[in-house]
């Protein structure tokens, strides 16, 4: 290597459960490379830290930067999480345990990594670069496979000792209620999470009740994703609608208990779901949640869509190991 | 005043529902004098100040301080707060809107003043001196004529910007139940406030299923207070058992959303019935928690019974005028 090539890229990373991301990052977060592929949960802890370690090198390959050339990696990952070693400690979407994805990649690319939960990274990415920008107390939440959740506070993101929080799609709605993916009966996550939804519309399909998804997709839930159901929509297949105010319904639920927690600024609705139909859902929240709430929080926030999509979390996670090690070295 | 006298005293005060308390302490917060009156809150609000004014005077002269040896008052009080403009905005069990705190005391007593939700404060006297002393997050709950929360988290009381936060007591948990003082529908203040027990209480006395409590104090909720509901559960009125039981079981519900949002390291339980009858809450809670949890946070936390009492208050609102305060110097 040449040695006056700068050293002073990052690595972002979002490790989601049907897809992973990696993107290289210029000091001032201009991407210069990246790289997707499927996640294949299935195939198991290995062969999953592979194919991150496959995946950043692509990225790597397309930005023309070496290895010696990078700062640090952040990660966004499934959660709960060991933040401090750094180890994925269950995933249930993606059928993992315990992954050590800080050793693994610092082992293979010789720099700082940081893992934290990909909600959180997409919610400091968006706190950073997008719809909460230094806003002083962000919350965002991500319906997606599950419903995610996650936190900035005065600049840093809201973390547990040794694992990750926020976790809105684990708090209890229905006391008898269905169960999620984690055995919670009740759980937001089971009623409002876009797997929930879908094994709503596969019913409503399979009934009849939703002629435009069974001519699309049939009643497979694995094909009943977010693009299709905001088209069913629009080509009036009413229950689907009603299924998604439900959900968003739910959400607004949950999230008045957060508020009457946390009295966020900005409450930031992101993920696949909501980038379908941000109108839809964000209206749906921002009314239920308003009926759940002390009169004295109804003006204290705004809720809103996501900017950044699919960025926020790599360009957050990136921004994140920033915080993180360039806090490092300035103590040092 | 002779000019040797020492400026390092704080006041801290505890507006309660029923009862309001004034404390001086020295630099190391050894308590010199203190005072408590009724809150009297049906009066309104400027004979409330008055009579906050008089019971600071009171416990000022116990402890021999003019107010010119103070460096500052630290008041907690029923939220929601506008902490900037330290403005009580509306206390539904005093029945007071928009009361002055800080302007009122500032100018009475000419030592900077800061006001805190008085849970918050009475987290924080457990942080600093009691039952959660030096953790990285501590959440307390303390069930009274309603149900507050606060946290400590990272060594500051974790706020919102014009106003308190962490009210669990309004966090919904049936979706149709019971109205609460603020009108809100199946919040845990509906089901597990000393008030929502005692109207419990008063009924099952009515009923003749509590012979003990209906011998002693009637069937009027304003007697039914924690001291006489532990005596009932002692001399066998079982039914006071289950009411207690049941409303642990609710805190535990909100508990576990609140966990899976803050993570804490440790939960304190506070509170005159918490006081009464500590084994009998905290276990209940700690189960019932532990039912509603993801498996990874199982192993992250105590619930444990607070320490200092009425003491946490008081004391917490003069360490915490004491971390606002010395603060604000050192930036000068």
């Known amino acids: 290597m040449p040695e006056d090539k700068e050293k002073d890229y990052w690595v972002g990373f979002d490790l989601g459960g049907t897809k992973m991301l990696a993107a290289v990052f210029d000091a001032k977060f201009k991407q210069l490379g990246s790289e997707r592929k499927k996640t294949k949960g299935h195939l198991g802890v290995e062969a999953g830290l592979e194919r991150m370690i496959g995946t950043i090198r692509s990225a790597l390959e397309e930005a023309d930067i070496d290895d010696t050339q990078l700062l640090g990696i952040g990660v966004g990952c499934p959660g709960p999480l060991d933040l401090a070693r750094g180890v994925i400690l269950e995933a249930p979407n993606l059928g993992w345990e315990n992954a050590p994805v800080k050793k693994t990649l610092e082992k293979e690319f010789g720099c700082p990594t940081v893992i934290a939960n990909d909600v959180d990274t997409g919610v400091f990415g968006e706190y950073r670069f997008g719809a909460g920008k230094n806003e002083r107390c962000v919350l965002g939440i991500f319906p997606g496979t599950g419903v995610g959740g996650g936190c900035v506070y005065e ?178």
Chains 1, 2 share one sequence.
């Not at 964000?282 to 009314?287: F, L, M």
């Open 155 to 332: 600049g840093r993101i809201f973390r547990g000792k040794t694992m990750s929080c926020m976790e809105i799609g684990h708090m209890q709605l229905l006391a008898d209620g269905p169960r999620s993916g984690t055995g919670q009966a009740g759980s937001l996550e089971a009623v409002a999470s876009r797997l929930a939804i879908a094994g709503q519309a596969a019913q409503a399909a399979f009934r009849g009740q939703a002629p435009y998804l069974r001519e699309q997709v049939g009643t497979d839930i694995s094909k009943i994703r977010s693009g299709v159901l905001a088209a069913a929509i629009e080509n009036g297949d009413r229950v689907i609608k009603q299924i998604i105010v439900d959900a968003a319904n739910h959400i607004g639920i949950a999230l008045a208990g957060a508020i009457h927690l946390l009295a966020p600024d900005v409450v930031v609705l992101g993920g696949g779901l909501v980038e379908a139909m941000p109108e839809l859902i964000v209206e749906t929240v921002n009314k239920s949640v308003r009926k759940h709430l002390l009169p004295s929080f109804l003006d204290t926030f705004e809720v809103v869509a996501a900017e950044l999509a699919d960025d926020a979390t790599i360009k957050g996670a990136a921004a994140w190991a920033e915080v993180e090690f360039r806090e490092t070295d300035s103590k040092s």
